[in-house]
């Protein structure tokens, strides 16, 4: 197959194709259809142009404009009475678009950029020290209120308004011991931009599971879980990955890999499929994958055992796409919120619908990224809900910086510190009362 | 560059200017995602695709065609199953995607006025907040525009007790062939004069383009209660809607799947439908609480008397969500259980349902192609989703006949080669076995009342001499029928 947009290396596969019966039930669930109402900005239409780059038609810009384009939310697989797999018809027209089509300089220089930062929790917390400063010093309210700000390129202004206040960021222990009886051992993930960004999260996320009876095991050193650059189709960055955090969670001798980044969680579970052709890798990432959990997913599945203290607020929750759609994961947050007493949960219209974080896609498209998040702001403002809650660090600051450019900031959290507070009996976000270490001893 | 070909490319300019350069595709790639509708065996490319965002721009772009003699096609979302959407290969598709406002919810007036790309359940999902609906539900209706529920006359499950499109729409603003923007019909129940507007609705796109349209809004019904019934076969489940209906009962809904229509289903969406069940009915009746329940307890009654053998009753929204689940998702849904398939649409008197199952059975154990059955039991509009393997020789060719004979089989019975989906271009072919050729010669004079250049979805509805199934597309040369002095084009 030497014509046509794709080479033999696992292009989009025909029989997959052969499912989409073109009944178009996708298009309503597809950000972009909704953005532009354009047949091949949807679902159908891009599978459409896969069995075209199948039949020859080449690989053009904007064929490759097209498949950029989606966010990769996967909305339209629960909404497909055919069982289409588009997860895997995308990943692998992504992984044939990075290797056989040359972008402008520009973009390679965006993308190179990125996947020099963002996949490298060192690098990202190398950037904490001059963010704290940049965000304490005035200097971001000096660029806001001279409208430098707005001479800066696109992606540059979008991640600006991104990064969130951050907090102290304490070294996790290499092992948490569970409190009361011990029911399980997890090892946890603490990710890139969680751990840089967020690491508060991760802090609550170990007291969490500590206190459902889970004793957990941090490896130091782990990498990043290579979603990005999975979900972006950079297939050989994403093996490198996939191998060496295998090693890592092998030599940790856990019964559960546990993750609280529905981006990165969704990323180990297709392990299986990343490595298919590896016959090294490709059964421990079977059992790799077997053991790999969401946060919310692990509590529900043990049920709860830490007495909860009431929490008196009303709040909308958020389903991460690679939670809800990518990974079915829908009832067991709901189900773990609803637990808490004196907490009452509302529902955002249009749940369905991508904020537009989508891994790197609003630092890649910006302009659409900005509609989606603001429409996803304006939804979540008609619920009166005082807190988001989501289960992914990129929605988090997605959908914060839109309430705070539509003048409505929002406190914007994760289930794990939803639970932790509630299990703790402390207000929800409140800094100075997270304890100075999680609990724990060295094994 | 053909003299058609450069038409094109005048109009795309031409075109560009009006709706501005994004709402104009010229690129060969792109107008490939626009080749087919719902209906994905017949697949023309687009000359050109529009994609306008008022009633002003749709004008210009049909006079800017009119003005050259170039062809048009109006489409909605595309989800159409008789290809009324197909494009023309030296046209312009007009796509209404972009036309999706809900321009006023007016429940004191009963009504609403929507854009064409409006989504059915949208128009629901507005009223809703007041206490209203938009009745004409198709299964597709997550999906499918107002606009081509318009031009196909759609029905849904409930048009057993509320009707179809036709029933539920006061007005349309139509872009006309020639360009000119009118109102057939108006705001109010009833107008005076030529009831133009259901000449419109159900002209599959032959008449014009619709605009804006002012939709009827129903009061959401106080009680709904729905019940699954299983039967051992078909013949006994026929029965219970036979005893229903005879009763006086006409309930929202009466819908029956078959065995393989129900195995398609728990494939797709694990519907949970009761085990070993040779057929199910759905049956939903609406209105106030005393009736229904009054009415609900003998419809139960019937269905046990008819031989169910389980009968399960809808405890909450969810439920009934449920029991529909595997109803409105069946046809996309047999795609789990057969690599192609064609949906066929077909209507006959609801007394000779079991005879028609019988006869329909029959032909399928004759020539070896499954059948699966889904259908509207109350009105007798029966969907049979007849399968096949594209990829095994002859496959194909005995389910297109296959399907055909099922038609001849509903007109043989008094029926219909349509209930629902249109003729479009799948079912063109059928209407001489319906119709003579002074009926079509009539339906063609009221067609050119509308369109005397024939440019305005040209080749559907009415059978050109095209051969039945031959697969539509820029024709090379003349046809031999033509050539042969048999046929003439028009």
Same mark, same amino acid.
């Given at each position: 197959m030497t014509a046509g947009a794709f080479d033999d290396h696992h292009p989009p596969a025909a029989e997959l194709i052969k499912d989409c019966v073109h009944c178009g039930f996708c298009l309503p669930s597809c950000p972009t259809y909704l953005l532009w109402g354009e047949e091949m900005d949807s679902p159908r239409g891009r599978i459409q142009l896969m069995k075209a780059g199948l039949e020859g038609e080449p690989l053009s810009e904007s064929m490759v404009g097209h498949f950029d384009a989606c966010l990769g939310c996967m909305a339209c697989v629960p909404a497909c009475p055919?069982?289409?797999?588009y997860g895997t018809l995308i990943a692998d027209t992504r992984a044939q678009v990075e290797r056989r089509y040359e972008r402008s300089l520009s973009q390679r220089l965006l993308r190179g950029a990125i996947f020099w930062l963002f996949p490298y929790p060192r690098r990202l917390r190398a950037l904490r020290g001059p963010l704290a400063l940049y965000q304490r010093s005035g200097l971001s309210r000096w660029l806001r209120r001279t409208k430098l700000l707005d001479r800066l390129p696109a992606t540059l202004q979008v991640m600006e308004s991104l990064i969130p206040t951050l907090t102290r960021r304490q070294q996790l222990p290499q092992w948490v011991p569970a409190q009361r009886q011990r029911r399980a051992v997890v090892g946890m993930l603490t990710g890139c931009v969680q751990d840089a960004l967020f690491p508060d999260v991760n802090a609550a996320t170990a007291r969490v599971l500590a206190a459902e009876g889970c004793a957990v095991v941090i490896p130091r050193g782990q990498g990043c879980c290579g979603a990005l650059s999975q979900h972006s189709g950079r297939e050989d960055e994403a093996i490198t990955f996939a191998r060496a955090l295998i090693d890592c969670f092998d030599a940790a001798g856990v019964d559960y890999i546990v993750v609280n980044a529905a981006g990165c969680g969704s990323a180990m579970k297709e392990y299986a499929h990343l490595l298919r052709?590896?016959?090294?890798?490709?059964p421990r990432a079977r059992a790799f994958v077997e053991r790999t959990r969401d946060i919310s997913e692990l509590l529900a599945e043990l049920g709860p055992i830490a007495p909860r203290h009431p929490l008196n607020i009303t709040i909308a929750y958020h389903d991460a796409c690679h939670l809800a759609h990518a990974q079915q994961i829908r009832s067991q947050p709901r189900q773990l919120l609803h637990a808490i007493p004196g907490l009452t949960l509302t529902e955002i219209p249009e749940a369905h619908l991508c904020c537009g974080s989508a891994g790197i896609y609003n630092l890649l498209h910006p302009k659409p990224a900005t509609e989606l998040g603001d429409r996803k702001a304006r939804n979540l403002l008609t619920t009166g809900a005082s807190v988001l809650v989501t289960g992914n660090p990129g929605c988090s600051m997605q959908i914060a910086a839109s309430a705070r450019r539509l003048g409505h900031p929002?406190?914007?959290?994760?289930?794990?510190?939803?639970l932790d507070a509630s299990i703790r009996g402390v207000p929800l976000c409140d800094p100075s009362s997270a304890p100075t270490t999680p609990a724990h001893q060295n094994r | 560059m053909t003299y058609?070909?450069?038409?094109?490319a005048v109009l795309a300019a031409e075109l560009s200017a009006v709706v501005g350069p994004d709402g104009v595709i010229a690129?060969?790639?792109r107008l490939r995602t626009y080749e087919c509708d719902g209906l994905a065996q017949y697949r023309v490319v687009p000359g050109l695709v529009v994609l306008p965002e008022s009633a002003e721009q749709v004008v210009a772009v049909v006079r800017a065609c009119a003005a050259l003699g170039v062809a048009f096609v109006a489409r909605g979302s595309g989800t159409g199953l008789s290809g009324g959407a197909l494009p023309h290969a030296e046209g312009v598709l007009i796509v209404t995607s972009r036309m999706r406002r809900i321009l006023e919810v007016d429940p004191a007036n009963e009504r609403a006025i929507v854009e064409p790309g409006v989504i059915n359940l949208d128009v629901t999902k507005a009223a809703e907040p007041y206490g209203w609906y938009f009745a004409p539900d198709p299964s597709s209706q997550q999906v499918c525009s107002v %606009?081509?529920?318009v031009a196909e006359n759609s029905g849904g499950a409930h048009c057993l007790k509320y009707g179809f499109t036709t029933h539920h729409v006061l007005g349309v603003e139509v872009v006309t062939p020639e360009g000119e923007l009118v109102w057939l019909g108006g705001t109010t129940r009833d107008v005076a004069g030529y009831d133009l507007l259901g000449a419109f609705i159900g002209s599959e796109g032959t008449l %014009?383009?619709?605009?804006?349209?002012?939709?009827r809004l129903m009061r959401t019904p106080e009680s709904v209660r729905c019940l699954l019934a299983a039967f051992p076969g078909v013949d006994e489940a026929g029965a219970a809607v036979s005893a229903i209906i005879a009763d006086g009962v006409t309930p929202a809904a009466i819908e029956m799947m078959d065995a393989l229509a129900i195995e398609a289903a728990e494939a797709a969406v694990a519907c949970g439908y009761p085990e070993g069940a040779g057929a199910v009915l759905i049956v939903e009746l609406d209105g106030p609480a005393a009736e229904v329940e009054h009415t609900f307890a003998a419809v139960r009654q019937h269905c046990t008397a008819a031989g169910a053998f389980e009968i399960r009753v809808a405890r909450d929204a969810d439920e009934r969500a449920r029991f529909w689940k595997g109803r409105k998702s069946a046809f996309a849904a047999v795609g789990r259980i057969s690599p192609d398939y064609i949906v066929q649409d077909g209507v006959i008197p609801r007394t000779v349902l079991p005879d028609v199952l019988r006869r329909i059975t029959e032909l399928s154990a004759g020539t070896g192609v499954r059948v699966a059955n889904v259908f509207h039991a109350g009105d007798g509009n029966l969907h049979p989703l007849v399968l096949f393997d594209e990829a095994k020789p002859g496959e194909a060719q005995a389910a297109e006949q296959l399907s055909g004979a099922i038609l001849d089989l509903c007109i043989s019975y008094g029926g219909s080669i349509t209930g629902e989906h249109g003729v479009g271009i799948d079912k063109a072919c059928h209407m001489p076995r319906m119709f003579t050729t002074d009926d079509l010669d009539v339906m063609?004079?009221?067609?050119?009342?509308?369109?005397?250049a024939g440019i305005c979805n040209p080749g559907k509805v009415f059978p050109t001499p095209r051969l039945c199934g031959e697969v539509p597309g820029k024709r090379k040369g003349v046809h031999p029928l033509q050539a042969a002095g048999l046929a003439e084009q028009f």
């Open positions: 055919s069982g289409v797999q052709d590896d016959s090294h890798y490709a929002l406190t914007v959290t994760h289930l794990a510190s939803v | 058609r070909g450069a038409k094109l690129d060969r790639q %606009g081509g529920n %014009g383009i619709a605009t804006k349209i002012v939709v063609q004079r009221l067609r050119r009342a509308f369109d005397p």
